[in-house]
């Protein structure tokens, strides 16, 4: 076991400069938001540990998760974090097919019982067995018997985290998340459809170095990438603050990029790091190209629908707390608030926008 | 005496796949295929509104993400009566294109490459026979014989550490892999490079949907609004990006997809033969420049692609 090339060795093997390394070590650093120290310790933790057994199970899913998973954007991220872990199981990218397949994944649980992370792509159908089969086994008979031997649960993307699109209403096969049908197991809820690349790999990063799991919110997200709501990071924001929406797709304030609110923007009620760190290594976020946030991050938010109405009673919760637990009637009273301030606000501001692209405009003119 | 073989899962695909074949006399005498696993999206879509579908039908699949959601609002605006603006026409245009690229990459390097191309195999091919191969097909400026050696050098340690991850249980070595090692390792190589490659043409989808997987639609145009005097909106930089991928992705396609395509398939012939070919496809074309429901302003999706996407 010793005998393992450790992840820096690796690294240095593939012709990466130490420079390289420090730089990915810093990168992923920042991401998650440590102090210098932090950094330091990542750099050891990855110059000392050997790879990590992963088994990666594809449920009741689209793939989407895995899709970006491999688009993490630098390239040492795509380049050796895939390859670091040991993705010992993944039917999207495995060699083997068949039994050699479902070898791979009972060697690794055998090999490496109560070492190995589970990571779940999918929900599990609690209908009918048969709404997915692996290898003649069902979802649930798979997924318990991977879990056993877990060292930790990632529930990656919305649909091991909440169920998603399958477990909207009426829910025909009765998908539920990970979390639902196993205990006794550290579960991390990586939230999104998909969730950022960055977002995956930070998650695991903070595994691999720090040998225990991130904190986590009340819905079991890591605290890094889940403690913002998308409405407080967004470079729009100030225009909602000065009550500047955009009222139509094709409106002058669509062409100026007003806040999408009115629209049915789901930011308000959204915890995700898309006004932070952005997609597909910072190009953009959904706002960012005209439409709203459809509050993907979030349970149950194909219900809460539709998409292009925008919420008058988007509860006004904390951090720490969820618009399950806070009752529907506070959900409403707040939400009014929010809405009052959103229609009557700061008039002055606004005044004074509009009168600096007024200004702007008749000089472009 | 008759013997069944059963494939499951069938891996390298989106989904959940099972095969079933009959064998006779060491020859396959019926097969048939299961999809093993349901959601019901279409149940689900009942009752929504119209223009949130998009979205439920988008994620039908992640790895051809888009082109789900383009179909759904199409529909949708075929439906309602809804003709789209000519720019809306060209920026899905442009985003389908992308993912045209994107998949058909991805599909061959890493989705099915394996079954064709012998990893360990390309331990023992020669970089530098490797290298002026590759100079032979194409003007690809990565085929130095320093370059082969690295990404050999790198698979060897890879192999030694004993932890061979997704490439663990794979029939290497067997006779059906025909590569030549220093064609495998050419394959070897490049998958790894259509790896790094494929994460930035989809950043057109982020120009314009906000992002990928699973762009953002919108019945009755995009979202995205144009405006060249406006830093929130599509302008001259946004445009330049999106340009500056295309030429990239271009230029991956032509000089290492499509030539090792070639290469690769030269030594497979046979399996040309085998199967239904073109005699049960049927092609729409698209990339409309006029709207969708006027056929005769889309182009032809082209037989011949069509052909080498489903040898492969």
Redesign the interface.
Known sequence: MNK??TLYE?IR???HSRRDFLKFCGTIGAMMGLQASGVAQIVKALESKS?I?VIWL???????????F????H?IV??IV??KI???Y?????????H??E??LH?TMEKYHGEYLLMVEGSI?TENDG??????KS?YEILNEAAEGAKAIIAWGNCASAG???A??????G?KPVHKVIKGKPIINVQG??PI?EVMAGVVIHLLTFDRIPQLDALGRPKAFYSRRVHDTCY?RPNYDAGLFVQS??DEN????YCLYKMGCRGPNTYNS?GVIK???G?????????PC?G?SEANF?DN????QHLQSFPGFGIETTADKIGLGLGVVTGVGIAAHAISTNIRKRKMIQKGIKKSDSQ?N | MSQRI???????????L?VEAEIKDGKIVDAFSSG??????E??LKG??P??AW??TE?????C?TVHALASVRTVENALGITVPPNADLIRNLMFCAQYMQDHVVHFY??HA?DWVD?VSSLKADPKATSVLAQSISKWPKSSPGYFS?VQ??IQ??VE???L???????WGHNAYKLPPEVNLLAVAHY?EA??W??EI??V??????????P?Y?V????????L?????LNAERLA?VGELFDKAQDFINQVYIPDLLAIASFYKDWGAIGGGLSNYMTYGDLPTNGYADVGSRSNSGADITFLVHLF
């Open positions: 393992k090339p690796e093997a593939k012709g790879r057994p594809h449920l009741q899913e689209c793939t989407c998760c895995s899709e970006s491999i688009r993490s954007s390239p795509a380049d895939l390859d040991s993705l010992d993944t039917e999207t990218l495995m060699a083997a097919s068949g050699q397949a070898k791979s060697d159908p709404y997915c089969c692996i290898g003649g979802a998603c699109v399958q909207a209403s009426p829910n025909p096969t998908a459809c998909p690349a729009r797709f094709d669509a062409k100026r990029g898309c997609w597909n290594n190009v953009s976020f959904p706002i960012q190209s005209g439409h459809i993907c194909w629908g539709p998409f292009y472009t | 059963v494939v499951d899962p069938i891996t390298r695909i989106e989904g959940h099972r093993t696993m349901v959601r019901g999206i149940i689900i929504r509104d223009r949130d979205a439920f994620r039908v699949c992640g790895v993400t890493h989705l394996l990893v690295d050098y790198r340690k890879f550490s004993g932890q991850g997704i490439f663990a249980n794979g029939y790894l790896l790094e494929q994460k989809v950043k989808h982020t120009i314009f949907g906000g992002k990928n997987p699973h953002n919108l009755g145009g995009v979202p995205c609004a144009i405006n005097d406006e830093n929130n909106a990006f």
